[in-house]
Structures are given as C-alpha cells and as structure tokens.
C-alpha cells in the first residue's frame, strides 16, 4: 500500500513538473482557452445532417460523413470532452446536437465499429448528461454488435467487404469497440457482453502478435474450425510490418481491458505492446506511420497514433509498476502533440486541433491530414492528465 502511495505521489510531482509555462508546454487554462477557439471554426463548418471526419480532402475541403462512417461518433465525443473540461454550456449544446444526429446508428449491424461510433458519443452523452435515453442507445448499440460475434470463431467479425481476400477478418482495431460491451454488461446484470468481450480479447492476443509484441492488423479465420488462416497488415507497408496505428489500438484496448477485468495477461500485454513502441518512436515522441518503413526518418508521421498512445500511457501508468516510465512517455507525447509543431491554434487546419495524421496510405487516403479521431484522442489525453492530478 505504501508503494502505491509513493507511486501516485511520483506521478502527481511528475506531471505538476510537465503543466506550467515552460517552452511549448503551456498552463492548462491557457490550453483549454485555444483549443475553444479552434474547435469553434469547426464547429462553424458543420452541417446539419453530417459530421466532420477529416481535412482537407483532395478537393480542399472538409470530408464530411454520416452515421454510417465509423468515425461519425468522434466529433461528439471530442465536444463532450471539451465540455467536462471547460464546464462551458456551449460545449454541452454543440455535443448534443452533434450526437443526437446520429440517432439510428444503433441499430446497424454491418459494422463491428460501433463502440467507436456509439460510445464515443452516446457514452460520453450519458456519462456527462445522464439521460436514461441515451443509455438505451448504448445497450441496444451493444446487442447489435454481438451479432456480429461467432462463438466457434470466438471473436467479433470485422470487415464485411474483400470477401474474396479474407472469409472472416478480425481486425486489432476491433480490441477498441469491446469497452462498451463491458460497460453494457455492468449497467444491465446481462454477462452476456463481457463474455463475448474477454473471448474476443483472448483470441486476438493469441493469434494477432509476433513475438516482438508487434501487431498484424488483420487476422482472417476459418468459420468452420476456428482457426485463423490468413495473417495481414491491409493499412501497413507490407504484411510482416507494424503498422503505428494498429499498435495503438492493441495497446489501448489491453489498457482497457485490464482495468474492467483486473486479469493480469492484459496488463502483462499492454506493458510488452507499450514497450515495444518506445523502443521504436523518434525522440520526439510521435509515431511514424508504420514503425517498418525504410524512408524513416523521411516520412510520415501519425499524430492519431501518437494521440491514442499518450491516453493509453496515462492510464497504464496508474496500473503498471512500472508506471513512471510509462507516465513520462505520456506526459512528452502529450507535449510534442501540444507544441505549434502538431497543433494548430490559429483557425487554421479547417478547425480541427491535430495536424499530421494518416488514415490509409497504402490507398493514398487522409495522407498529412487532420482526422477526427486524432483530435479525439488528444483530447482524452490532456482530460487524464488532469485527472491525474486532481
């Protein structure tokens, strides 16, 4: 008990080290105060019946998309984060609107993103506003993702599309949708979704890692033994690469998955992924695009990755003995993400607060840009961070 108290002391002056005025670290009212204003050139560019998931497109514009994107419940999710950090109404009415827009999407079940799609929104929504409506949205979003789940298989399906390259894809990314199935089966008493949730987590963590804790992104299975026959990285440079996304997602989603269920194989995963992207990243913290690309240090980076790892890394270090390392690799991800360098403070970059995320490059798509998720992610970062603190 003792250690842990030591521990949590360590991490309070760590990070009380990293929050003032020094450099492009800046106080957290300071910070708060710029991202408003970003986010309200955005928030300008919205239209009624849509969502902003990236900028610019090839036209120069906004891609802007409907609920039945996997990244339509991002927006939301970022202003309802903004929202609980600022206390300001304005958040809360733009998170509403922007998250009763997507009414509907809770039914759909050709997708295994909605985790990412209802979650975000709605979780966030029922989280901070605590309307009985939205939690209704959130389990019937889960009982529409368990269909989606084959029990001999023991995972949920992915992708329905490339039927011909794969007969039953499970991609890391899916490791990210499972917390609202915990969370589902904690309000409702039904175990049925945390079931599918650990089996699911387990089956990934079998066949999805080499064994230098790098992560194949799709592992395609047969539906009559179970078994997987097909190991690829579809948004990877090449098949045996680790694509920096993709380790973000394992990584986060064995965080999570320790935290709702305390078995010591998940910590014990997140603490190998974790450490083998810090062996790996540059000295600014921020992720390439694919950790395997020869052109490094020439090219991309993903500040989405970066994003999603930073989160991770605050709440690892809350679990992990080794929670120090694991905090200072937050709080100098957060930083680089934080500097002029990542983020745009000027109404510039569509509104939106990341610069310099990549979606697909492999298909030539959200190359260099600013994407949703990545403000997302952030976002969620710079709100643990303060929790930690507080």
């Known amino acids: 008990m003792k250690v842990r108290i030591l521990l949590f002391l360590c991490i309070a002056l760590v990070i009380s080290s990293c929050s003032g005025e020094k450099g492009n670290k800046k106080e957290f009212t300071q910070l ?13 560019a919205i239209p009624e019946d849509k969502v902003p998931r990236s900028y610019p497109n090839k036209e120069g514009d906004y891609w802007m998309v409907g609920i039945t994107d996997w990244t339509c419940g991002f927006p939301a999710g970022s202003f309802w984060l903004m929202y609980e950090m600022t206390g300001d109404e304005y958040w809360k009415q733009v998170a509403l609107e922007n998250t009763l827009k997507l009414d509907g999407v809770q039914y759909r079940t050709t997708t295994h993103d909605l985790g990412f799609m209802v979650f975000c929104s709605y979780g966030n929504a029922y989280r901070l506003a605590g309307n ?28 329905d599309h490339n039927r011909d390259k794969w007969d039953y894809p499970v991609i890391v990314d899916n490791m990210m ?87 010591k194989k998940y910590l014990n995963a997140a603490e190998n992924i974790g ?21 490094i240090p020439n090219t991309n980076r993903d500040a989405s990755t970066a994003a999603i790892m930073a989160s991770a890394f605050y709440e690892l270090s809350t679990f992990s003995d080794n929670g120090e390392t694991y ?64």
């Open 32 to 44: 708060t105060g710029e991202l408003n204003d970003q986010l309200k050139v955005l928030v300008q």
């Open 132 to 159: 009985e409506d939205y939690k209704d949205v959130i389990i019937q979003a889960s009982e529409s993702l368990l269909t989606r789940f084959n029990p001999t298989i023991g995972c949920i399906r992915s992708w």
């Open 177 to 263: 949708n499972l917390e609202m199935l915990f969370w589902a089966s904690e309000v409702t008493g039904d175990s049925k979704y945390r079931v599918a949730a650990i089996s699911h987590a387990d089956v990934t963590l079998e066949n999805h890692f080499r064994d230098d804790w790098s992560s194949y992104h799709v592992v395609s299975y047969d539906t009559i033994t179970g078994e997987p026959v097909a190991k690829n990285t579809h948004q990877g440079l090449n098949h045996e690469s680790a694509w920096g996304r993709g380790q973000a997602w394992g990584f986060y989603g064995y965080t999570m998955c320790y935290r709702e269920t305390g078995d």
């Open 275 to 295: 450490d083998f992207m810090l062996k790996n990243l540059p000295e600014d913290m921020v992720s390439y695009w694919d950790f395997n690309d020869p052109a």
């Open 327 to 390: 905090l200072d690799a937050a709080n100098k991800i957060t930083e680089s993400l934080t500097s002029l360098d990542y983020r745009a403070n000027d109404g510039s970059n569509g509104g939106f607060l990341l610069k310099h995320s990549v979606g697909h490059k492999p298909n030539n798509s959200e190359v260099d840009v600013a994407i949703n998720y990545a403000d997302y992610y952030y976002l969620e970062a710079l709100k643990r961070q303060q929790e930690l603190l507080k």
